[in-house]
């Protein structure tokens, strides 16, 4: 019977909720909330797991249930062997573990799913409601959710499109104007947001996120999962400045840095084709805790507005440039493996150099803080070029930020 339950619940089967678990790639971890809750539409984690092959393993089977509507006890049987074969101890009880991980995944899958195509038919169904299970078991800021309705669009849904939190069962219903007149209702007033802190059993605070919500669910899993770096960087925006920058060291992990690569390189890839170049902004990285605390100490008086790293066009992007179309292409691992950060005093603009050179030089990103971009106001890189080590050395006209630059000219690749 309980098998029975669970295959009703989770047997919508539909292609965007598979996919969104195939486009996942595996990451260990030692906690759910070692990443930012956004990473999570793109990396697959196991909390505990040391094994990569551990947490492939499980994710395969998780796939797997979902599209051939295999039950939570076909899972436990892959479960188990997958425990036998890696020899993994786990915490919890093996009910709870196994129970935890299915649920989890399967609802986070089928709202992925259907904000795609939420998405796909906003233009029939511009509206939202917000929906609970309707039982005693409803959290209560969760039953105070219910009904609201905004558009599709709105800010709301970047923080409260559920799961809200584990085991939480809303969801979610689309109107279109004709829908809401039927039935006299209307788009909800504008929503206040409350956040509260997270802290650690040493009285730190670790996260910032909206009262009702667990940490590591704040954000909208089926835009994480389209828009990866646009929902990190929402994420980002909302913490304490002194959060920014650790949050987003142990967030750009290698799996969630490939997915930044991959997709940046999806942008670029009509450059190659010889398509004309047409607006692609796009997020390329984020300031490190690095990058920051060496702002801070060069420009005290300066607050950021944003801690994503953009560029206005990624097609165009190096068109007029030194930068091989290579190191164009790999911007973000360029700008997050730097040799050095540098602040040129006069204008306030950062210049990033990666590692390598061009021609003997120095390759350099130069980067306009607090700009006006699709993604609000935030870091944008203006320029592609390079410079000699002597030039950058210049102490009267650069505060070096962060790292190291060579004191005689590099060798050339």
Known sequence: MADQLEARAFG????EAIDYLKGKLPETSQAHDD?????HGKVYTLAGSTKTDLVRDIHNSITGALENGRTITDFRKDFDKAVQEHGWQYKGKRGWRTSVIF??????????GRWKQLQDGKDRRPYLQYRTAGDARVRP?????????YPVDDAFWLTHYPPNGWGCRCTVRAYSQADLDSKDLSVSPPFEMKTREVITRDGEIKDRVPVGIDPGWDHNVGQAWLSP???LGQKLARLPRELQGIVTDKTITPAFEQVMNTNFKALRKPVEQGVKAVSEPAIAGYL???????????APDLALSST???VPNARALGESSPWPVAWVDDLPSNLRNYRAVLRHKASGFLMVVPQGTIDGALPVATIRLNHQTKFGQAAQVVELGKATAAALGDAAAYDLLVGSLPKTAPAAD
Do not use: C
Not at 12 to 15: A, E, I, L, R, T
Not at 141 to 149: E, F, G, K, P, T
């Open 229 to 231: 770096e646009a929902a």
């Open 12 to 15: 919508v089967k539909f292609s």
């Open 308 to 310: 994503a790293v953009t």
């Open 141 to 149: 800021q969760h039953r105070q959710w219910n009904s609201l309705i």
């Open 103 to 112: 649920d989890t995944n399967m609802r986070s899958a089928r709202m992925a």
């Open 288 to 298: 490190d805790s690095a990058t920051l605390n060496g702002i801070a100490q060069a």
């Open 35 to 39: 990443l930012a809750g956004p990473v």
